[in-house]
């Protein structure tokens, strides 16, 4: 979540939707001081292959509502967002968004891996489809993993 609060962060302060990519990137190097110029421009790599963010033209589009994501007042984003997530972790983090406690899905998809043995990315696909939750894209990403 602490990514989506991220990107969130530089649409709110602008009240808007889409802005300039650079505008972003200002906003959270300049303006907030969260991240260097660089590591902000990989904020919007990892956020637009996470869904959150979509390019058109020049300018950065949220996939979301930045309003209602709500920024703690002592909210620093840590710079391990900048690393890009395996399938498990993005297939974990839309359970978990959809109220399944993080815990109860590892244990659960660890369950379930050991039951049909497929590989973690797979099965928590696999669990995922069965709660309703729409992972198409992590399930390309795992079967690639597999083809590779």
Known sequence: MSLRIAVAAPFQQKGRERMRESEFVVSL?????????????????????????SHEDDELITEFDPASVEIPD?????????QEQSTFEKVLDKVVSHGTTKQ?????????????AVSV????????????????????????DLKA
């Open 29 to 53: 190097s300049l303006d907030r001081d969260w991240f260097s110029p660089d590591q902000a421009k990989r904020l919007v790599d990892v956020a637009s292959g996470q869904g959150l963010l």
């Open 74 to 82: 002592d909210f620093v984003p840590d710079e391990s967002l900048l």
């Open 104 to 116: 109860t899905a590892v244990a659960e998809i660890n369950e379930l891996q050991a039951e049909v």
């Open 121 to 144: 990315e797979a099965a928590a696909v696999v669990y995922a489809r069965r709660k309703g939750i729409d992972v198409s894209d992590e399930a390309r990403e795992a079967l690639a």
